[in-house]
């Protein structure tokens, strides 16, 4: 059974940083995409960013320069570093995972798979 955990999220100031973490298990990590989501009060849910079987990512526009995904295959783990935060990242952030389709520079992080696993959401809120 595919479980992803996420880490705590937290509450900073604009401008702090926050590092989130997901622990996968219950399939072969490696094999799959994953990504990170968001859904802040009253906005659909958007993909922030992604990462392929082979590291290479992508980023929403909002969030590029700022953000930054990463994955260690050997703690089957992932991360989302996040630098200089604003007000408008507070949402409630959710990790992903599912078999990869095509990814180029250019691809919206939430095209990056089928992401048919999530985690349970992590709640992150910056203030001004």
């Known amino acids: 059974q595919v479980q992803l955990v996420e880490s705590a999220g937290g509450s900073v100031q604009a401008g702090g940083s926050l590092r989130l973490s997901c622990a996968a298990s219950g399939y072969t990590y490696s094999s799959y995409c994953m990504g990170w989501f968001r859904q802040g009060p009253g906005k659909e849910r958007e993909g922030v960013a992604a990462i392929d079987r082979d590291g290479s990512a992508v980023y929403a526009d909002s969030v590029k320069g700022r953000f930054t995904i990463s994955k260690d295959n050997a703690k089957n783990t992932l991360y989302l570093q996040m630098n200089s935060l604003k007000p408008e990242d507070t949402a409630m952030y959710y990790c992903?995972?599912?078999?990869?389709?095509?990814?180029?520079?250019?691809?919206?992080?939430?095209?990056?798979?089928?992401?048919?696993?999530w985690g349970q959401g992590t709640q992150v809120t910056v203030s001004s």
């Open positions: 992903a995972a599912g078999p990869c389709g095509t990814m180029d520079a250019g691809t919206n992080p939430a095209y990056v798979a089928d992401f048919g696993y």
